[in-house]
């Protein structure tokens, strides 16, 4: 098996373990553990904790994650090379009360969850994934992640006979319900009794506990309830809450007649996600690979991206700006000094009042999204002179209303980085030559563009941003299609990032 299969076996793995956001950040968390990374929190000091040399992860609302590693060389106000991502996909998440019957059927309420091509979550066998908050024997709450992997719900279209339309249109509200079940069958699993919650308690009864809410098995489908009790292995009357999304229960595989497709869901944006972890991870691999890093290298999965970016663990909240603020004042190692080509502030290191500002303005971020490739059946929909393939690299996205936040001079860095792309050390051969292929896309004129948080980011931090992605087609599709080779391309790439940024950024001379 060459390399390019290999890396595309294993981020099949991640895929299938990552159904969610908070499955995920745990997927990366796993991998950066492994590579050594340490724990820490945004609620703690950083001072005695985070030092040059070192590795380091932080979560938000177990949904995002930002990683990096701190150069030796390490001074502050030193630039950061970035790579932001997402988590998040398009889904269909269970409503706070799901609980629904109709003509026999047991059916559970959906919200729509980001801009899906909902048409093919239908006659999908679906799944239910997500975080539940246990309530523990001492009162404290923790939450645990969930993953039921059985298809329990389907969402049935209607049969041709009845309905020859020649759009198939539906209504999201009442017409996206997938059923669980027969509501006799149910009735029978529950000894003929339906009018007991889970937990026991009878109505009236003078010594049940207050809820200030509903309880769990009234709001839903006792036996989902039940379910999730039992993935979380605890009781469901320990439940409290729950944040559970549908997927496709089908795993991510290999296709094509020459095995160089990945079928999957949730390519947008776990590619990227994937390709930016554990190119962070290999960057790292040689134990000499910070004696000589002046800059931190950092990668930031957000979750949200699907619907604005605008919360608390969104690309456009504090997080990174936070991060990189507290990163900025980071003193030296007081082994070694930094290298003096960084060597900005304006008279000694206990002068950081500026550090922010001067880190923002040597930065760089990569802005990585899947990107669209060409699709053979509607070749009309591309601009003529831009139509990226799969397999042929990583796409550079360009717009000149700044949907995306590309520019010539992240360009040219760009392509230098690519040219010095070398197998990874952890590689027992090269599958691939040196060098990277990039391509470039633009929309048509009479096209809507879409954005990322390349443009919400490079705004509110002031630091030069790039926007790329890996090819796909079938964006927001419930199964989509990508390219074996790209998970190489795309780990190979920004691996060169991270190693080769502090050499590159001082030669590109703009301001």
Same mark, same amino acid.
């Given at each position: ?25 745990? %997927? ?19 001072? %005695? ?6 590795? $380091? ?6 949904s ?6 701190v150069?030796?060389?390490?001074k ?36 729509t969850?980001?801009?899906g ?32 992997d ?7 279209t ?49 010594d049940?506990?207050?809820h200030p809410?509903?309880?769990?098995a ?6 989902i309830?039940?379910? !999730?009790?039992n993935?979380?292995? &605890?009781k469901?009357?320990?439940? &409290?809450?729950? +944040?559970? &999304?549908?997927?496709d ?7 094509g007649i020459n ?23 290999e960057s790292?691999?040689?134990s ?10 950092? !990668? ?8 604005g ?24 190692s007081?082994?070694a ?9 304006? %008279? ?9 500002e ?22 009309a929909? $591309? ?5 990226? +393939? ?13 949907? $995306? ?9 760009l392509q230098?980085?690519?040219r ?5 050390? &952890?590689?027992? +051969? ?13 929309v048509r ?28 087609l ?9 390219g074996?080779?790209d998970?190489e $391309? ?8 991270? +190693? ?7 030669? !590109?001379?703009?301001?």
């Amino acid at each position: 098996m060459n390399n390019s299969r290999k890396r595309a076996e294993d981020f099949l793995s991640f895929l299938n373990a990552s159904p969610t956001p908070f499955h995920t950040v745990q %997927s990366a968390k796993q991998r950066l553990m492994k590579a050594g990374f340490m724990e820490i929190k945004e609620r703690d000091a950083w001072a %005695s904790t985070v030092q040059p040399g070192g590795k $380091y992860y932080l979560t938000r609302n177990a949904s995002s994650i930002v990683a990096f590693a701190v150069g030796k060389k390490w001074k502050s106000g030193n630039p950061i090379a970035m790579i932001g991502a997402h988590t998040d996909s398009p889904c269909l998440r269970i409503k706070p009360v799901s609980k629904k019957q109709s003509d026999g059927f047991l059916q559970v309420g959906v919200e729509t969850y980001g801009g899906g091509l909902w048409h093919t979550w239908f006659d999908r066998d679906l799944g239910i994934a997500g975080r539940a908050m246990i309530k523990t024997d001492d009162g404290h709450f923790i939450q645990k992640l969930i993953k039921i992997d059985k298809p329990i719900l389907r969402v049935p279209t209607l049969a041709i006979h009845l309905d020859r339309q020649e759009t198939f249109t539906f209504n999201k509200e009442t017409q996206l319900f997938p059923i669980a079940g027969l509501a006799a069958a149910e009735l029978n699993r529950q000894g003929g009794n339906n009018d007991t919650p889970v937990d026991g308690a009878k109505d009236g009864e003078a010594d049940a506990p207050f809820h200030p809410l509903k309880a769990l098995a009234e709001r839903h489908h006792p036996y989902i309830v039940e379910l !999730i009790a039992n993935e979380a292995g &605890v009781k469901p009357a320990e439940l &409290v809450d729950f +944040e559970m &999304v549908l997927y496709d229960t089908q795993k991510a595989c290999i296709g094509g007649i020459n095995d160089e497709l990945i079928f999957s869901a949730r390519l947008d944006n776990l590619g990227m996600s994937f390709c930016s972890t554990m190119a962070l991870i290999e960057s790292l691999a040689s134990s000499a690979a910070l004696d000589k890093e002046p800059s931190i290298r950092l !990668i930031s999965l957000f979750d949200h991206e699907e619907i604005g970016s605008q919360t608390a663990q969104g690309a456009d909240s504090n997080l990174l700006p936070a991060v990189i603020r507290r990163l900025s004042v980071l003193p030296s190692s007081s082994e070694a000094d930094s290298d003096r080509s960084y060597d900005k502030l304006a %008279s000694s290191e206990s002068d950081v009042s500026t550090a922010y500002e001067q880190t923002l303005s040597s930065s760089f971020l990569i802005s990585a999204d899947m990107a669209h490739s060409v699709h053979p059946n509607y070749p009309a929909k $591309y601009e003529s002179d831009h139509r990226p +393939e799969m397999n042929k690299g990583t796409v550079i996205k360009i717009n000149a209303n700044a949907r $995306y936040a590309t520019n010539s001079p992240g360009i040219v860095l760009l392509q230098e980085i690519a040219r010095r792309a070398q197998s990874s050390p &952890v590689d027992t +051969e090269q599958s691939l030559s040196r060098g990277v292929p990039l391509q470039l896309f633009v929309v048509r004129n009479d096209s809507s563009c879409g954005s990322t948080i390349g443009p919400m980011l490079s705004a509110a931090l002031g630091a030069r941003t790039l926007d790329l992605g890996n090819p796909q087609l079938s964006m927001h599709s419930i199964r989509e299609t990508g390219g074996v080779y790209d998970v190489e $391309y795309g780990i190979r790439l920004f691996a060169s990032f991270f +190693e080769h940024f502090s050499e590159l950024e001082r030669k !590109i001379q703009v301001d």
